[in-house]
């Protein structure tokens, strides 16, 4: 095992030796479970797809109420079916799973027309709009008796399940802080539906960091205390770009998210970062997908455990990354968890938890003061 001195910046570039982070995501036994995809948009087309086809995942056929979009989806990745209505698509004999990949406010009325077909989902996030939907979301699935999971796929970034797999195994003692720091730009006006949204950076931002919180501690807020501003000036966008959210716990355990997507400088003054502290050690590191936007590169993780000898700094070399990698993650565990018969990791029901979080932060900013995650809903 590699040592270098906690001053010492090639800690970055070390290795662990043979410790097992186990930051890659877990897959099926079975791969063939068929799947069938709702929705043709970007997002299916850079990551869930590039995804599915690494991972060796089985695409029965596609649908969108756009028929050219599912035509050129199917084309493009080699999808023999191409349906012309949900319905078709729900009763189709070889599909088991509906990856469902639509806006936050249509998701409820498209899940309520899948699950009389007793399909297992995985969701989009943001699960919906407001918590009654997501409520009806989870009621739906649970009365259908079907798996369903939330593609918060952030939690399969190899930085933040290698930071899971430190506090799980002890490394850094009992964990108290978790902060999670961003200043990117972000061309919010290239999706127009993005930028005419009055819920913008915590809704379809933030709500990766608040969740990804949740993941690596283990457990979650009682209450939100956040804030929420627009760049000075700006009319390209309506909702907010710019958060800090304070995630207060019933014991001495914080969040932190700060993130702020309008930083005009190049990008050599950017920074993603991600810092998890216990009472035996730290783990950190950066979110590779916001450097050299939008290429992005590879996360780094490094440790400091007082329960690992010799003590210093320990960096192993991660490869993949959130885009499209993580995706294999959210996919792969709803897909374990059907054949282990047991809920996913990623549930609805317990992304109900983090949809209670991101609500809490708006009222925090609507009303300015801290709103228990038990006011909502």
Same mark, same amino acid.
């Given at each position: 095992m590699s040592r270098t001195e906690p001053s010492d910046e090639r800690a970055l570039e070390s290795t662990l030796g043979n410790m097992d982070w186990a930051y890659k995501p877990r897959l099926p036994r079975k791969r063939d479970m068929g799947i069938g995809i709702?929705?043709?948009?970007?997002?299916?087309?850079?990551?869930?797809?590039?995804?599915?086809?690494?991972?060796?995942?089985?695409?029965?056929?596609?649908?969108?109420?756009?028929?050219?979009?599912?035509?050129?989806?199917?084309?493009?990745?080699? $999808?023999?079916?191409?349906?012309?209505?949900?319905?078709? =698509?729900? %009763?189709?004999?070889?599909?088991?799973? !509906? &990856?469902? @990949?639509?806006?936050?406010?249509?998701?409820?009325?498209?899940?309520?027309?899948?699950?009389?077909?007793?399909?297992?989902?995985?969701?989009?996030?943001?699960?919906?709009?407001?918590?009654?939907?997501?409520?009806?979301?989870?009621?739906?699935?649970?009365?259908?008796?079907?798996?369903?999971?939330?593609n918060q796929q952030m939690r399969w970034a190899p930085g933040i399940q290698a930071s899971r797999t430190a506090v799980k195994r002890g490394w850094i003692g009992a964990p108290y802080q978790g902060a999670i720091q961003v200043h990117?730009?972000?061309?919010?006006?290239?999706?127009?539906?993005?930028?005419?949204?009055?819920?913008?950076?915590?809704?379809?931002?933030? $709500?990766?960091?608040?969740?990804?919180?949740?993941?690596? =501690?283990? %457990?979650?807020?009682?209450?939100?205390? !956040? &804030?929420? @501003?627009?760049?000075?000036?700006?009319?390209?966008?309506?909702?907010?770009?710019?958060?800090?959210?304070?995630?207060?716990?019933?014991?001495?355990?914080?969040?932190?998210?700060?993130?702020?997507?309008?930083?005009f400088i190049e990008q050599s003054d950017w920074f993603a970062t991600f810092r998890f502290d216990g009472t035996e050690g730290v783990v950190k590191g950066t979110n590779g997908a916001l450097y050299n936007y939008p290429v992005g590169q590879e996360d780094t993780v490094a440790l400091y455990s007082k329960n690992l000898q010799p003590h210093g700094w320990y960096a192993p070399k991660l490869e993949g990354r959130w885009f499209p990698h993580a995706f294999m993650g959210?996919?792969?565990?709803?897909?374990?968890?059907?054949?282990?018969?047991?809920?996913?990791?990623? %549930?609805?029901?317990?992304?109900?938890i983090t949809m209670q979080t991101v609500f809490a932060a708006y009222r925090s900013m609507e009303l300015g003061r801290i709103v228990a995650l038990e006011e909502i809903g």
């Open positions: 709702v929705g043709a948009g970007d997002i299916v087309r850079s990551c869930h797809l590039p995804a599915y086809r690494m991972a060796g995942f089985r695409i029965v056929g596609v649908y969108d109420r756009d028929r050219a979009k599912s035509e050129a989806l199917a084309r493009d990745f080699g $999808i023999e079916n191409v349906f012309d209505s949900l319905e078709r =698509l729900a %009763s189709h004999s070889e599909i088991a799973i !509906a &990856d469902v @990949a639509v806006p936050a406010a249509f998701q409820a009325e498209v899940i309520s027309q899948l699950v009389p077909y007793r399909l297992h989902i995985l969701c989009q996030k943001p699960l919906a709009e407001c918590y009654s939907d997501a409520l009806d979301i989870a009621a739906m699935c649970s009365r259908a008796g079907v798996k369903a999971a939330v990117v730009n972000t061309p919010w006006e290239t999706w127009e539906w993005l930028a005419q949204a009055d819920r913008l950076e915590v809704m379809y931002h933030s $709500i990766h960091y608040l969740d990804a919180i949740r993941y690596v =501690l283990g %457990s979650s807020p009682k209450a939100i205390f !956040a &804030d929420g @501003a627009s760049y000075p000036g700006a009319t390209a966008v309506r909702g907010e770009t710019r958060t800090t959210i304070q995630m207060l716990y019933e014991d001495d355990t914080r969040g932190l998210v700060y993130d702020n997507h309008t930083n959210t996919m792969g565990e709803l897909m374990r968890a059907i054949e282990e018969e047991r809920e996913p990791e990623n %549930s609805v029901e317990d992304n109900l």
